[in-house]
């Protein structure tokens, strides 16, 4: 009786630490640094969401196809940032990099799931053909 009861005890103890490994890993945000061609194939996903978080002036001067520009620095970012989904993948890319890493961490923090990094940012940048 008493090693039934210690199994029963071992098995709920290790059901509970399971549980609770797997709602970490879905709940914890992930930030993944892609390059170029990384890009394009995430870009070919519906459900992939594409930032620009230069300055409109920056973004004006040139962009990647289909992203939408929220500014780092403007006052209301984190504002704008919150009406994305944060289920839904999201790609984030500044001028050289700084920004869009710093972004990312914000994102993170904000409960986002998933989020890809361009490598170099829109200073590296090449148009495919």
Known sequence: MAKQLFNMKLFLYTLLLLVTLSCAETTKGEIELVTQEEMEL??????VQLIDV?????YNAGFIANAQNIDFFAEDFEVQV????????VIVYCQKGGRSAKCAEKMKNLGFTKIY???????KW???N
Do not use: A, F, M, N
């Open 82 to 89: 919150s009406k994305l989904d944060k289920t839904k993948p």
């Open 126 to 128: 090449t148009v495919s």
């Open 54 to 58: 230069r300055t409109l002036k920056e």
């Open 117 to 123: 990094d361009l490598d170099g940012g829109y200073s």
């Open 42 to 47: 995430l870009l070919k996903e519906d459900q």
